[in-house]
């Protein structure tokens, strides 16, 4: 059961935290099955079209009726993209995720008050996943693995990042389709993270054209890069 989880990551020293959870997933498989139905998000203009493959929702501990999505570190979040062969999105693709998304929840931004949780702890993020599924249960038309997005920023991709220690965030988008969170590639080093990230996963292989190719290979050549990077350049930060 998830609160069985909950209480053994809450025994752990701060500093093990995601090296158990990272454990969870990738060893013991604790994290529910619905993660594994990837959804196709597609990107196109008049010459090309790329297919790529999303995870339905952030990366999650637990069972398929009782699940807690974890913010992670970008170290960590690399670690389980690397055992899930996928890659973090470049920060384009979480605009493309959202207007693509069946469930476009709203943002909901958590302010502590005296005595409550700080944003960077664990207890912060159990407190905003229950104000994440209390949304979820009014989406008369949600099912488990349907695609779904606006409840968190992003763990991002961009060249922004070249040369730096720090970590990308992006996302949030509001009903309107602006995101809360502009590109932010300066203000947090890479070992920061908080309730409101969360870490989306693509697949390294995706359809360019009907043809089966690697996703790093796409974005290593700028026109098609810029399908899934919004400009005509290559991507050269591509893991964290």
């Avoid at 009726?65 to 670690?79: F, G, H, M, S």
Wanted: charged share 20%; net charge neutral; aromatic share 8%.
């Amino acid at each position: 059961m998830l609160s069985d989880l909950i209480t053994a990551i809450q025994k752990q020293r701060p500093a093990n935290i995601e090296r158990y959870i990272s454990d969870l997933i990738l060893n013991q498989k604790i994290y529910p099955q619905f993660m594994n139905n990837f959804t196709t998000v597609v990107a196109k203009d008049s010459k090309n079209e790329i297919r790529i493959l999303v995870s339905p929702d952030y990366v999650s501990i637990g069972e398929d009726l009782d699940y807690l999505r974890v913010c992670l570190i970008p170290k960590t979040a690399q670690e389980i993209a690397d055992g899930m062969d996928s890659i973090l999105p470049p920060y384009h693709c979480i605009d493309l995720i959202w207007k693509q998304a069946k469930v476009q929840l709203n943002p909901s931004p958590y302010s502590p008050k005296k005595g409550e949780p700080a944003r960077t702890s664990f207890a912060a993020s159990i407190k905003h996943n229950e104000k994440i599924q209390n949304q979820l249960k009014n989406q008369q038309d949600f099912h488990l693995g349907d695609l779904v997005a606006g409840h968190k920023k992003d763990i991002v991709l961009t060249n922004k990042l070249t040369g730096t220690h720090n970590v990308a965030i992006y996302g949030w988008h509001k009903k309107n389709g602006e995101p809360i969170q502009g590109l932010n590639a300066i203000d947090h080093g890479n070992f920061y993270s908080d309730y409101s990230h969360g870490t989306r996963l693509i697949k390294n292989l995706c359809l360019v054209n009907g043809i089966s190719e690697n996703i790093i290979k796409v974005l290593g050549e700028p026109e098609l890069a810029e399908l899934l990077l919004g400009v005509k350049v290559k991507l050269e930060f591509l893991r964290y």
